[in-house]
């Protein structure tokens, strides 16, 4: 088990995480389907689909199934730019931060962590949407998919925080909900925490083995013991 002690820096992911934009994101795939004359999908399958970034929620939608092929790629441009119009327009409706979200960030800035989101959705909708949820300001870096070569599981972003941050991995705690969050802490030499309530596939984030495994959000502040 990894010290807590050396922590100065927190990474958080953000659908399943800090938000839950499972409705957001489904009437954003939705609305593209249909635009494309595409079968529709189901707000569940959404929820199973969501953790690999947009252009694979999309392209699982499409196929109508987790492990796609053969997708025809200037159809894919088409649904994937429907998506994008749709998904900016409601950036700020439907979707919910977690309870406890707001309060625990506020209490662990006060005790001192820097923090930053690490996410494989889109960079351009990541300051947007946490502008909208009213916790932006909490956050001294975000990293969403398409900035760097390859997104989560790979540690790449990870690492890239770290740098930006001047900490090592060990002084680092990564806060996510689906396995490709304790991988890429794992690839990184980054504790990480897995929370049981977002989306993993359907799995239990107890089959990933994080660090620890916490069922609410504030539990974290318990768990870096903050007076």
């Known amino acids: 088990m990894s010290d807590l002690n050396n ?21 954003a795939v939705q609305a593209a389907l249909n635009a494309n004359q595409l079968p529709a999908v189901s707000l569940e399958q959404v929820r199973e689909w969501i953790g690999n970034g947009a252009d694979v929620l999309l392209k699982r939608a499409m196929c109508r199934q987790y492990h796609f092929h053969d997708v025809d790629e200037v159809l894919f441009l088409q649904v994937k730019a429907d998506f994008d119009r749709h998904y900016h327009a409601g950036i700020d409706k439907d979707y919910s931060l977690y309870p406890f979200v707001s309060e625990t960030l506020s209490a662990l800035a006060q005790a001192g962590y820097a923090m930053a989101v690490v996410t494989n959705k889109p960079d351009e909708f990541v300051q947007p949407l946490l502008q909208s949820a009213g916790i932006a300001q909490f956050f001294s870096h975000t ?44 690839a990184a030499g980054i504790p990480v925490v897995g929370l049981s309530y977002g989306y993993n596939h359907g799995e239990p984030i107890e089959t990933c083995q994080p660090d620890w495994v916490l069922h609410r959000f504030d539990e974290l502040a318990s768990l870096l013991t903050l007076k």
């Open 7 to 27: 922590v100065k820096v927190i990474l958080f992911d953000l659908d399943g995480t800090l938000i839950d934009s499972v409705p957001q994101l489904y009437l």
């Open 143 to 186: 990293l969403g998919g398409g900035r760097l070569p390859v997104k989560k599981p790979d540690p790449m972003p990870l690492h890239y925080l770290c740098e930006q941050f001047n900490v090592k991995p060990t002084e680092t705690l990564m806060v996510g909900d689906s396995k490709n969050d304790i991988q890429a802490a794992r």
